[in-house]
C-alpha cells in the first residue's frame, strides 16, 4: 500500500479535446454541460483530502450517459490518458496501491462514474490498481455512513507509522493473521484504513500470499537454523530482511509486516517454520 504522485494532467484542456473528438448527438449533449463540469472539477480539488463532504451530482440522464461513454468509448484521448495513468513515469510502480499483491491493470474511479457522471475521466480520480480490488471488491462503494471506505491514494498521506501487524500462532500448525493497528495521532486516516483493509478482505489475501512466501522460504531457513540449531539465527536473519523490506517497500507492505512478525515469534524460529502454515 502506497501513494501515488497527482497525476499532472491537464484535466480541463483534456476534457475538451475529449468532447470535440465525438461526434453528434453526444457531441451537443456534452457541450451543453461543459461548463458546469469544468466547475466540478474545481470542486473535486476543493474537497480532494475530503471527498466525503463534496455535494453530490446533479448530472443525470442522456448528459449523464454521454460523459460516462466520454471514458468507455474507444477513443485516442481516452487511450493516452489511460496509458499515462496505468503506466506512470515511476522507478517502482508494479503492485496495486490498494492491495500491493496485484499487478495495476484497470482504472478505479475513485467517486464512482455511475454517481459522479462528471469525473469520468478526471485523471485525479483514476487511480490504477488490480483487477481484484476494482472488480471484485471496491467496484462502486466509497462511502458507508458518511466515512469514506478506501483511502484515495493520490490524497490520503499515509503516515511513516507502522499501520498494521501480523500475529503468528505455532501449534501444530503455523496460523498468521493480520490486523489494524490504530494510531491514536492519526484517527482521521486510520478510520479509513480500517475500512479500507475491511473492505479489500487485506487479512484473507495477505494470509495466502504469507503461507505461499513461508513455504518458498522454509529450505533457507532450515539451512541456518541447522548450523547452530539457534532459534537467534533464525530470527536475526529475517529481521534482516525486514529491516530490508522496509526500506525497499515501505513499513506497511504486507511483507515487511510479515518478515518482522516471525523474526518476533520465538517458536516459530525454533524450528516452527517446519510446521504446515494454513492459508
Ligand atoms: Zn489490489
Redesign the pocket.
Known sequence: MRNLPIPETKNKQKLAKIIRSKNRPYKERLARIHSRVKSRYDDYDHHANVLENISTSVITGVCSDALIKCYTSKTEEMSALRDELLYPELEDFDE?P??G??EPTTLDHYLPKEEFPEFSVLSKNLIP??G??NSNYKGSNWIENGNRLFLHTYYDQFPDEYLFEASVIVTNKVTIDFSTIFVVAEPYFCNIFQHHFDK?HLNKRFKRKASTEIKRKRRSLELIYSRNYSANDVSNSLREEANGLEIDYSKNHWKTVLYRALSNSVIFCDAGFRKQVIA
Open positions: 496495486c490498494f492491495c499483491i496485484g490498481v488490480c481484484v480490488c479489500l
